[in-house]
């Protein structure tokens, strides 16, 4: 694992990643490098100089529906390069999105590290191997100082612990709970809080930088810390930075909840059970065929499986499978994902928080295939590849490509 310290120099608290040994080495920079998103010139050495990601975003969830994590703290999302200005790459070399990120954090002798994700790097409708193929996929392979030709002697998958790695260290050099508890701000189903408190609790221990504060419904669930960077993100000094975009992150200035990992659904003036089932209670009769509990909604076409169906009810094929709730309903049973439930009544599969349990469709199955009025097949216009996402259809019409969406337990 890498080591870190915090000083002080100058305007700036720096953090100093330490490197030990995870492989091959990263080349040396030299201490005269320039500070990321800080040059006044073009850089020409982007192994010692990020860009152009320069600005470095370590981001954290707080998930309470489901609870992701120990309940005393918040869990890793990433670490995202972004241009200077809130605009980013994504997905930056696809021969590099590798899918076996256990196996090759174990054969590097990492196996400390990956213990410590599979803990606090979880994702909340996923695997968490499949969510940490997503985050490499599209944010570690657009780390220009983590690209193949900056390591000497380089070997495939080389790159991999030292994203992972510096992603982790950082994430323990902000422990986001501590600093909000220490406020006198902690998870409650009946307070709320000033936004403006979070942030200066959060900012104090970010060398007094502003951090990004995400929102859902009035209720913290995203922070982001911005870092710029001197040298390598395998082993370079990371100097705290404030959001460099407008994005106010959708919270209100008071009235903001930060809801229990236990119980977070309630709401924050009501301390009593309403006695309703959440959706994700297990369901009192099986529905039809193998569709019950929680399960991946897997895309097959042409006899092999390309991808699945995520959150809002499109298709993907190289981004993170969304878990879906199958509850028994009359005949059949509704589904629902993080997005709301879902429907196919208008043409297209489509879950969404608009979808009330009211309008949701009643579906069917035939065997693991999910069903719809003209059988068990389901259509698209292509095949997705890459960040594309695309819409499923209920009826052939002109879309090319037949699939169709089996089910797959967790």
């Known amino acids: 694992m890498l080591s870190i310290r ?3 120099t100058g305007p700036f608290a720096v953090l100093y990643l330490a490197r030990s040994a995870l492989g091959g080495a990263p080349k040396s920079c030299s201490s005269t490098t320039a500070l990321s998103c800080h040059n006044t010139t073009t850089v020409a050495d982007t192994c010692c100089f990020n860009y152009p990601g320069g600005s470095l975003l370590q981001t954290q969830f707080w998930d309470t529906d489901p609870a992701v994590g120990p309940d005393d703290s918040w869990t890793i999302h990433g670490l995202w390069p972004d241009h200077c200005d ?49 985050e490499f996929g599209k944010h570690g392979t657009c780390i220009s100082t983590l690209e193949p030709k900056c390591f000497t002697d380089y070997q495939p998958t080389e790159e991999v612990p030292y994203f992972f790695n510096t992603t982790v260290t950082l994430f323990k050099s902000l422990p986001t709970y501590q600093f909000l508890a220490d406020a006198g701000i902690t998870p409650s189903s009946t307070t709320t809080y000033k936004l403006a408190d979070i942030q200066a609790a959060l900012s104090k221990n970010h060398n007094g930088e502003s951090v990004y ?87 097959v076409t042409g006899g092999s499986t390309q991808g699945c169906i995520i959150s809002g009810g499109t298709w993907y094929t190289s981004g993170t499978c969304a878990t879906f709730t199958a509850a028994s309903s009359g005949s059949g ?78």
């Open 86 to 134: 809130g605009t980013y790459d994504a997905t930056c070399d696809s021969s590099r999105a590798y899918t076996n990120i256990s196996a090759i954090l174990t054969a590097s002798g990492n196996n400390d590290l990956l213990s410590y994700m599979e803990t606090y790097w979880l994702p909340n409708d996923s695997t968490a191997e499949s969510f940490w193929e997503h």
């Open 6 to 8: 915090m000083l002080s």
């Open 333 to 410: 049973f509704t589904l629902q994902s993080s997005k709301g439930y879902c429907s196919a009544s208008g043409g297209s599969l489509t879950c969404a928080s608009g979808v009330s349990a009211a309008d949701a469709d009643v579906f069917a199955a035939d065997g693991t295939n999910l069903a719809n009025s003209n059988g068990n097949d389901w259509y698209a216009d292509s095949v997705p590849s890459g960040s594309t996402q695309n819409t499923v259809y209920s009826a052939k019409g002109s879309h090319g490509t037949t699939l169709q969406i089996q089910w797959a337990s967790v």
């Open 213 to 299: 504060i995400g929102c859902t419904d009035s209720a913290i669930d995203q922070v982001y810390y911005y870092y710029n960077v001197y040298g390598s993100v395998a082993n370079g000094q990371f100097v705290p930075a404030s959001p460099d975009n407008s994005d106010d992150g959708g919270c209100p200035s008071t009235g903001v909840q930060y809801l229990p990992k236990s119980g977070g659904g309630s709401t924050p003036t009501s301390t009593t059970s309403t006695g309703t089932s959440s959706p994700t209670s297990t369901p009192t009769s099986t529905p039809t065929g193998s569709f019950s509990g929680k399960g991946y909604l897997n895309a």
